[in-house]
C-alpha cells in the first residue's frame, strides 16, 4: 500500500507540476525560447569541436620530417616537350648529386599542405564520384613521403607500356568506388569514355592528410607524370638529411637556380608548411569558439535572469506553499523541476533539427560526429539550467511565508 500511495502521490504532483506550468505559459516561453537559441549554438559549437578532435585522432598517413619542396617558373623554358624533358631531367640529377639529398620526385602543385587542389570526378556504375583530389607523382614519390600501401603495389616500370593508365588510389575513394569489392584491377572512368580513356587500379594506399591533421584526407588518386605533363609541373618534393640546414638549403638554392637559369626559386619545408596548415584550421575554430562562449555567457545570464524574474513574480506562491507546510527544500525542488521539463520541451524541439544533419549529410560529416554533439549539448544544456536555477532556488527556499504574503 505504501509503495501505490508513493506512485500516486507522484503522480499527482507531476500532473500539479504541469498545470503550473501550462498556466504560466507566456513567462514560460521566453524561458524555452532562450533553451532552444542556446542549444543551437552550443550543438553547432560541439558538432565543430567533434570533427576536429575526431579528425586529429586519425593518423597523418605519411611523414613530413625532412621534407622540403622546391618550387620554381616554367613559364619561360623551352616549349619543346623533348628538350623540356632532357632539362627537367638535368635538374633532378643536379639535385641527387647533392650529398644531404636521399630523394627526389617531381609532383604536381598540389604539395602536401599546399594551398593547392586538383579536383576531378567521373561517372562510375551510374554513381557521380565527385571531390577527388587528382595528384601527378613519380616513383619516389611515395618513398620520400614513407606512405603506406594498403593493397596492391606502387608505380613501377611496367607502367610505361600498360594499356589503361595506371592509377592508385586513397583508401577512401576505394571505399567510395568498390565497397567490399578488391579494387586491383579494376577499370574505372566516365562510363561513356572510351576504352582508350579509362584507368586501371593497380593499388590503394592509406589516406594521407595532406590538408593538416585537422582535415580528412577526402579522396584521393594518384597518377604518373609523363614528358608531357613537364609543360605544366614545376615543384619538387626532396627528402633531406636529418644535418641538412640553412648552409645546405643555401646551397641546393644556387645549384637549382645555376641549372635552370630563366627562373625564380623556392624552398619550403614541410614541417613548417603543416604548422601554417594547420594555423589556417585553428585561427577561425578559436575565433567561432570565443564568439560561442561569449553566446553561451549571455544565454546564461538571460536564463539565470529568466528564473530570478519568475520567482520575484511567484513570491505570493511560494510563501503561501510554505505556510501550508512545503519545506524550502522542496521548493527550490520544484522550481529546478520545472526548468529541466520547460528546457527538455525546447530541446525536443532543437533536437528535431539537429537530427536533420546527418540525414541530409550536411557538411559531408559522418553521423557518429552530430550524434556525439548532440548527446554532448543535452548534457551541457541540462548542466547549464540546474547551475541557473540553484541560486534562484536557493532564495526562494529562503522566502519566509508571512514575509511573501504580506508583500502580496
Same mark, same amino acid.
Given at each position: 500500500?505504501?509503495?501505490?500511495?508513493?506512485?500516486?502521490?507522484?503522480?499527482?504532483?507531476?500532473?500539479?507540476?504541469?498545470?503550473?506550468?501550462?498556466?504560466?505559459?507566456?513567462?514560460?516561453?521566453?524561458?524555452?525560447?532562450?533553451?532552444?537559441?542556446?542549444?543551437?549554438?552550443?550543438?553547432?559549437?560541439?558538432?565543430?569541436?567533434?570533427?576536429?578532435?575526431?579528425?586529429?585522432?586519425?593518423?597523418?598517413?605519411?611523414?613530413?620530417?625532412?621534407?622540403?619542396?622546391?618550387?620554381?617558373?616554367?613559364?619561360?623554358?623551352?616549349?619543346?616537350?623533348?628538350?623540356?624533358?632532357?632539362?627537367?631531367?638535368?635538374?633532378?640529377?643536379?639535385?641527387?648529386?647533392?650529398?644531404?639529398?636521399?630523394?627526389?620526385?617531381?609532383?604536381?602543385?598540389?604539395?602536401?599542405?599546399?594551398?593547392?587542389?586538383?579536383?576531378?570526378?567521373?561517372?562510375?556504375?551510374?554513381?557521380?564520384?565527385?571531390?577527388?583530389?587528382?595528384?601527378?607523382?613519380?616513383?619516389?614519390?611515395?618513398?620520400?613521403?614513407?606512405?603506406?600501401?594498403?593493397?596492391?603495389?606502387?608505380?613501377?616500370?611496367?607502367?610505361?607500356?600498360?594499356?589503361?593508365?595506371?592509377?592508385?588510389?586513397?583508401?577512401?575513394?576505394?571505399?567510395?568506388?568498390?565497397?567490399?569489392?578488391?579494387?586491383?584491377?579494376?577499370?574505372?572512368?566516365?562510363?561513356?569514355?572510351?576504352?582508350?580513356?579509362?584507368?586501371?587500379?593497380?593499388?590503394?594506399?592509406?589516406?594521407?592528410?595532406?590538408?593538416?591533421?585537422?582535415?580528412?584526407?577526402?579522396?584521393?588518386?594518384?597518377?604518373?607524370?609523363?614528358?608531357?605533363?613537364?609543360?605544366?609541373?614545376?615543384?619538387?618534393?626532396?627528402?633531406?638529411?636529418?644535418?641538412?640546414?640553412?648552409?645546405?638549403?643555401?646551397?641546393?638554392?644556387?645549384?637549382?637556380?645555376?641549372?635552370?637559369?630563366?627562373?625564380?626559386?623556392?624552398?619550403?619545408?614541410?614541417?613548417?608548411?603543416?604548422?601554417?596548415?594547420?594555423?589556417?584550421?585553428?585561427?577561425?575554430?578559436?575565433?567561432?569558439?570565443?564568439?560561442?562562449?561569449?553566446?553561451?555567457?549571455?544565454?546564461?545570464?538571460?536564463?539565470?535572469?529568466?528564473?530570478?524574474?519568475?520567482?520575484?513574480?511567484?513570491?505570493?506562491?511560494?510563501?503561501?506553499?510554505?505556510?501550508?507546510?512545503?519545506?524550502?527544500? @522542496?521548493?527550490?525542488?520544484? /522550481? #529546478?523541476?520545472?526548468?529541466?521539463?520547460? $528546457? *527538455?520541451?525546447?530541446? !525536443?524541439?532543437?533536437? +528535431?533539427? @539537429?537530427?536533420?544533419?546527418? /540525414? #541530409?549529410?550536411?557538411?559531408?560529416?559522418? $553521423? *557518429?560526429?552530430?550524434? !556525439?554533439?548532440?548527446? +554532448?549539448?543535452?548534457?551541457?544544456?541540462?548542466? #547549464?539550467?540546474?547551475?541557473?536555477?540553484?541560486?534562484?532556488?536557493?532564495?526562494?527556499?529562503?522566502?519566509?511565508?508571512?514575509?511573501?504574503?504580506?508583500?502580496?
Amino acid at each position: 500500500m505504501g509503495i501505490i500511495y508513493f506512485t500516486f502521490n507522484r503522480i499527482f504532483m507531476i500532473k500539479h507540476l504541469f498545470k503550473l506550468m501550462w498556466n504560466k505559459k507566456r513567462q514560460n516561453f521566453l524561458l524555452m525560447s532562450e533553451v532552444f537559441v542556446s542549444f543551437l549554438v552550443i550543438f553547432a559549437v560541439f558538432s565543430l569541436m567533434t570533427s576536429i578532435w575526431r579528425n586529429y585522432n586519425r593518423k597523418t598517413g605519411f611523414e613530413s620530417e625532412n621534407v622540403w619542396v622546391l618550387r620554381f617558373n616554367n613559364q619561360d623554358m623551352t616549349k619543346n616537350t623533348d628538350s623540356l624533358a632532357l632539362l627537367y631531367e638535368t635538374i633532378r640529377q643536379v639535385i641527387q648529386s647533392l650529398p644531404s639529398v636521399k630523394g627526389v620526385s617531381f609532383v604536381s602543385n598540389n604539395t602536401p599542405y599546399a594551398n593547392s587542389q586538383e579536383m576531378t570526378g567521373f561517372d562510375y556504375r551510374s554513381k557521380k564520384i565527385g571531390s577527388i583530389n587528382g595528384y601527378q607523382v613519380e616513383a619516389p614519390y611515395k618513398d620520400i613521403l614513407h606512405a603506406e600501401m594498403i593493397s596492391g603495389r606502387w608505380f613501377g616500370r611496367q607502367d610505361q607500356v600498360a594499356t589503361h593508365r595506371p592509377i592508385v588510389v586513397n583508401a577512401t575513394l576505394a571505399r567510395d568506388l568498390f565497397a567490399n569489392d578488391n579494387p586491383i584491377g579494376q577499370i574505372i572512368g566516365n562510363d561513356k569514355d572510351p576504352e582508350r580513356n579509362k584507368m586501371e587500379v593497380i593499388g590503394v594506399i592509406d589516406d594521407m592528410k595532406s590538408m593538416g591533421d585537422y582535415r580528412l584526407a577526402g579522396r584521393a588518386m594518384y597518377s604518373r607524370i609523363d614528358t608531357g605533363a613537364f609543360h605544366y609541373i614545376s615543384d619538387l618534393l626532396i627528402k633531406v638529411a636529418p644535418d641538412a640546414g640553412a648552409a645546405f638549403e643555401a646551397r641546393l638554392y644556387k645549384t637549382v637556380a645555376a641549372a635552370i637559369k630563366v627562373s625564380t626559386v623556392e624552398i619550403e619545408h614541410l614541417d613548417s608548411a603543416r604548422i601554417a596548415k594547420n594555423k589556417q584550421t585553428l585561427i577561425p575554430t578559436i575565433i567561432v569558439l570565443i564568439i560561442a562562449g561569449f553566446l553561451i555567457v549571455n544565454v546564461a545570464l538571460g536564463l539565470f535572469g529568466v528564473l530570478w524574474y519568475n520567482i520575484n513574480r511567484r513570491r505570493g506562491e511560494i510563501g503561501l506553499r510554505r505556510a501550508v507546510g512545503a519545506s524550502g527544500r @522542496a521548493v527550490a525542488l520544484q /522550481l #529546478l523541476a520545472e526548468a529541466l521539463i520547460l $528546457a *527538455s520541451f525546447a530541446m !525536443i524541439v532543437g533536437t +528535431f533539427f @539537429a537530427i536533420q544533419f546527418p /540525414l #541530409l549529410h550536411v557538411f559531408d560529416e559522418a $553521423a *557518429s560526429v552530430y550524434i !556525439i554533439a548532440l548527446i +554532448f549539448t543535452i548534457l551541457f544544456i541540462y548542466g #547549464l539550467v540546474t547551475i541557473c536555477s540553484l541560486y534562484p532556488g536557493r532564495q526562494a527556499a529562503a522566502i519566509y511565508p508571512a514575509v511573501a504574503l504580506h508583500e502580496d
